[in-house]
């Protein structure tokens, strides 16, 4: 045990230095749900005078979408790497050295869970240079940021696992278009959920993205629903299991073709 988090702690930190010579790389990330925070918060402002909308900032009512958006977008695309590290030998001269094989990914994940908070910090930063007020106060915003990682742990495992049992960038990219941008519509991030269609309410109850926008504006609100923000957590969670459990036996599957 002592090892594996010391092995997986020396991943993370060559994981996080590769990533200050290139700091560039959170900036650019983040142009996407900036853009989106930005825009949609302006265009769509007015939308909360729709009865039944509940809240009458709209800008409040994205951010916790869009930060959860950026963690599920940002995440899923982490295979890339790894195939990178595939191709350029650098995996299977780790698997020569006594590291903790479960070190490979957890390093993987630590680097991914710093970079979330630094661009949850901005998106949040910039929210509140906008305008928003956070009822929930800073343990809202971190119970927040905890959701985003909490959703971008097993889109993260599942992404790197296809990775290895493809080795294929190509085969990557088309499995996180097709999985990512139906999670994105069939959820609540942009729309009230008494205000969509009944069709795509029921779906979204099955939706991971969906559990974690629901944990964080609850995280966030003026009156915390503590149920939902723990049952939802909980799943995530479950879900976050299964999705290191497909990772380490993609990894293993590796292993033996190597």
Known sequence: MIAGIRDSWYMAGRHLRNLMRQPVYIALMLFQPVLYLVVFSQLFKKITLIPGFATTSYLVFLTPGIIILNALFGTAWSGMSIIEDVNRGVIDRFLQTPIKRV???????????????????????????????????????????????????????????????????ETVAAAVNFILLPL???????????????????????????????????????????????????????????????????????????
Request: hydrophobic share 55%; with cysteine; charged share 5%.
């Open 184 to 258: 994105m519509f069939l959820s609540t991030v942009f729309m009230a959920p008494n205000l969509v269609p009944g069709w795509i309410r029921a779906i979204s109850r099955y939706n991971p993205v969906n559990w974690a926008v629901e944990a964080g504006r609850a995280a966030v609100s003026p009156n915390p629903n503590w149920a939902i923000i723990g049952m939802r957590l909980l799943l995530l969670a479950g879900l976050s299991v299964v999705g290191v459990f497909f990772a380490t036996h993609a990894f293993k599957t590796y292993q033996r073709s190597v």
């Open 103 to 169: 070190s490979l990914i957890a390093g993987r994940l630590t680097q991914m869970g710093v970079t979330l908070i630094i661009q949850s910090l901005i998106l949040v930063g910039l929210a509140l240079l906008m305008g928003a007020r956070f009822s929930g106060g800073l343990t809202g915003i971190l119970l927040l940021f905890l959701c985003s990682i909490m959703l971008a742990l097993p889109f993260a495992a599942l992404s790197n696992g296809i990775a290895l049992m493809s080795g294929q960038q």
